[in-house]
């Protein structure tokens, strides 16, 4: 499974940007998708969750009323809405996704993309 990441980019303080993560491949289903984010010198960290079946969600705290995860499942894609966002959510952030083809289990990563909040 492929994913492509893109809306990355550098906004002020206050600002808002959205994230996008398709995933491509041959036969396969999603079971969930995760945003994470890695910020220089720190750990690779779980922003939100989506469940594909039921569309259950999840977030970190530090996010918490100020993202939003969502799904488009006739294009398999996800999108992150990122809103009121403050100069400690800059990192790269990177799409993930759990997939079955068969009785296989898959994790998948995107490349990542930037995005800076100045101050």
């Known amino acids: 499974v492929e994913l492509v990441e893109s809306g990355g980019g550098l906004v002020q303080a206050g600002g808002s940007l959205r994230l996008s993560c398709g995933a491509s491949g041959n036969d396969f289903s999603i079971m969930g998708m995760n945003w994470y984010r890695q910020a220089p010198g720190k750990e690779r960290e779980l922003v939100a969750t989506?469940?594909?079946?039921?569309?259950?969600?999840n977030y970190a705290d530090s996010v918490k009323g100020r993202f939003t995860i969502s799904r488009d499942n006739a294009k398999n894609t996800i999108y992150l809405q990122m809103n009121s966002l403050k100069p400690e959510d800059t990192a790269v952030y990177y799409c993930n996704a759990i997939t079955a083809f068969r009785a296989t289990m898959s994790n998948s990563w995107g490349q990542g993309t930037q995005v800076t909040v100045s101050s």
């Open positions: 989506i469940i594909w079946s039921g569309g259950y969600t």
